[in-house]
């Protein structure tokens, strides 16, 4: 399956640059443009993280988010559904396991090639000054995971192109509201409990704490956490998939 995809990206490679240019023009637009504004970021231990240094890690984690999502979301409903591609890969020894892990590991890839170039474009504009910002590669690869097993799970409930949308319901607020922009410690603490919750919440902390040079027990929750959301996501998609493709 990874060979496959492979195989084809090869021709529309160029279709992964709007994943990138995404961020960097959110990172252009509110890192710089609002940054300029807001100057520093109290709260965080260290007076010095200005604004643009505290978006740019939830930015690329949002990235690699993105990356895994829309592989496993439109690009696998459209095989699954309309081109029904997995009934000729079924045809052959590889099994429906064998496609569901397939799917789910060239997610994983291409989000965190999202994510590693566009790590490489904030580490151009000198917003990179720790060591530990070395661990946004493998916390990548862990954000894609989770997010390319999530989006494999929803894909097999989804029953026509306009249930897309309640994709986006989901996605945009947790998107806008996961401390992209701003710290957790604005909002009040019932609400705070739930943020906590969320997926792409941990997977800034995972990416933000190395980053900014901060490595605490939360790095270790947030791993744990989607490290537990990935592999149960994989296991409901699993079983999913077996009803799809076998009935």
């Given at each position: 399956?990874?060979?496959?995809?492979?195989?084809?990206?090869?021709?529309?490679?160029?279709?992964?640059?709007?994943?990138?240019?995404?961020?960097?023009?959110?990172?252009?637009?509110?890192?710089?443009?609002?940054?300029?504004?807001?100057?520093?970021?109290?709260?965080?231990?260290?007076?010095?993280?200005?604004?643009?240094?505290?978006?740019?890690?939830?930015?690329?984690?949002?990235?690699?988010?993105?990356?895994?999502?829309?592989?496993?979301?439109?690009?696998?409903?459209?095989?699954?559904?309309?081109?029904?591609?997995?009934?000729?890969?079924?045809?052959?020894?590889?099994g429906v396991r064998d496609v569901a892990l397939g799917e789910v590991l060239w997610a994983l890839l291409r989000g965190t090639v999202v994510a590693i170039v566009f790590a490489a474009v904030v580490a151009c504009a000198g917003l990179v000054h720790s060591a530990w910002a070395a661990l946004i590669v493998p916390g990548a690869l862990l954000i894609g995971f989770a997010f390319a097993a999530a989006g494999l799970a929803v894909v097999t409930y989804l029953r026509d192109w306009q249930d897309?949308?309640?994709?986006?319901?989901?996605?945009?607020?947790?998107?806008?509201?996961?401390?992209?922009?701003?710290?957790?410690?604005?909002?009040?603490?019932?609400?705070?409990?739930?943020?906590?919750?969320?997926?792409?919440?941990?997977?800034?902390?995972?990416?933000?704490?190395?980053?900014?040079?901060?490595?605490?027990?939360?790095?270790?929750?947030?791993?744990?956490?989607?490290?537990?959301?990935?592999?149960?996501?994989?296991?409901?998609?699993?079983?999913?998939?077996?009803?799809?493709?076998?009935?």
């Amino acid at each position: 399956m990874v060979e496959r995809n492979l195989t084809i990206y090869r021709h529309t490679w160029y279709l992964l640059l709007a994943e990138i240019f995404e961020p960097v023009l959110y990172l252009l637009s509110m890192g710089v443009g609002i940054g300029a504004l807001v100057g520093h970021v109290p709260g965080l231990g260290d007076p010095s993280v200005g604004y643009v240094e505290y978006v740019a890690p939830a930015l690329l984690a949002t990235a690699a988010m993105n990356g895994a999502m829309n592989e496993t979301t439109f690009n696998m409903y459209a095989k699954l559904k309309v081109l029904r591609t997995y009934d000729s890969i079924l045809a052959t020894p590889l099994g429906v396991r064998d496609v569901a892990l397939g799917e789910v590991l060239w997610a994983l890839l291409r989000g965190t090639v999202v994510a590693i170039v566009f790590a490489a474009v904030v580490a151009c504009a000198g917003l990179v000054h720790s060591a530990w910002a070395a661990l946004i590669v493998p916390g990548a690869l862990l954000i894609g995971f989770a997010f390319a097993a999530a989006g494999l799970a929803v894909v097999t409930y989804l029953r026509d192109w306009q249930d897309f949308q309640l994709i986006q319901l989901v996605m945009l607020p947790m998107f806008l509201f996961a401390t992209t922009f701003y710290p957790l410690g604005v909002y009040a603490r019932p609400v705070q409990i739930g943020v906590e919750c969320l997926p792409l919440y941990q997977s800034i902390e995972l990416v933000r704490e190395p980053s900014l040079g901060v490595m605490d027990v939360r790095v270790a929750v947030a791993a744990g956490y989607l490290l537990a959301f990935g592999l149960l996501s994989t296991a409901l998609a699993l079983r999913r998939l077996e009803r799809t493709l076998v009935s």
